[in-house]
Every structure is written in C-alpha cells, then in structure tokens.
Nanobody
Framework: QVTLVESGGGLVQAGGSLRLSCAAS????????MGWVRQAPGKEREFVAA????????AYADSVKGRFTISREDAKNTVYLQMNSLKPDDTAVYYC???????????????????WGKGTLVTVSS
C-alpha cells in the first residue's frame, strides 16, 4: 500500500514558477513509476509527466515539454514537479499517481494507476 500526499500548489502569475511535491508512504516507493496528472475545470484528467522507478526515463505531455521537469528522491520517498513559465492553461488540480509500469506506458494512458493522491490546486492568473 502506498499513500500519496501532494503539496506546493497555489496562486501564481503567468510566467511564474511553482514546485509541486508528492510524499509517499510505504517501503516500496522505489519500485513504482511515479506520475503527475492534472484536471482543469470542466475537463477530463490528462497526463502531465512521469518518471520511472530508477529515474532514468521520463515522459512529458507535449503541452508541458521544455517547461516542466519531473524528478524523484527515493531517500525522501518524494517526487517533484518543477513548473516554469506557467500559463493560465496550466490551471488545474494536479494529482500524483503511482503505478508498476513504464513512464511511456503511463503517458499513453492514465487508466489503471495503482495509487492516487488527493490533488493540489494550481491557479495561474493572466
């Protein structure tokens, strides 16, 4: 069992930056591919970024490539999402998720995640 708790959301102006954190409980954190998924108001959840169990492979949605960076620190059971050059379209609830899969597989479908966090709200003002 893995419990995921996101933090770091908030209100930021367009062009600004935020870093989201996802703290995981459980001793098996290091075996999971970790990902970030977001849901904007009135829209379906969409994949944002993923990092595999070793940190050697990452995947990003086209809409965030070059602006967002995912990383993990297994010693702290934490995965991060550094978000730069934020746009109003990035406004959403950001969820952390874990799955026994590859980063590319997580990018192709967000169905079948093993564990989800409750989300943290990011609001980007214009």
């Amino acid at each position: 069992q893995v419990t995921l708790v996101e933090s770091g959301g908030g209100l930021v102006q367009a062009g600004g930056s935020l870093r989201l954190s996802c703290a995981a409980s459980g001793r098996t954190f290091s075996v999971y591919t970790m990902g970030w998924v977001r849901q904007a108001p009135g829209k379906e959840r969409e994949f944002v970024a993923a990092i595999n169990w070793s940190g050697s492979n990452t995947a990003y949605a086209d809409s965030v490539k070059g602006r967002f960076t995912i990383s993990r620190e297994d010693a702290k059971n934490t995965v991060y999402l550094q978000m730069n050059s934020l746009k109003p379209d990035d406004t959403a609830v950001y969820y952390c998720a874990a799955s026994i899969t590859t980063a590319q597989a997580m990018a192709s479908t967000i169905n079948g995640m093993d564990f989800w966090g409750k989300g943290t709200l990011v609001t980007v003002s214009s």
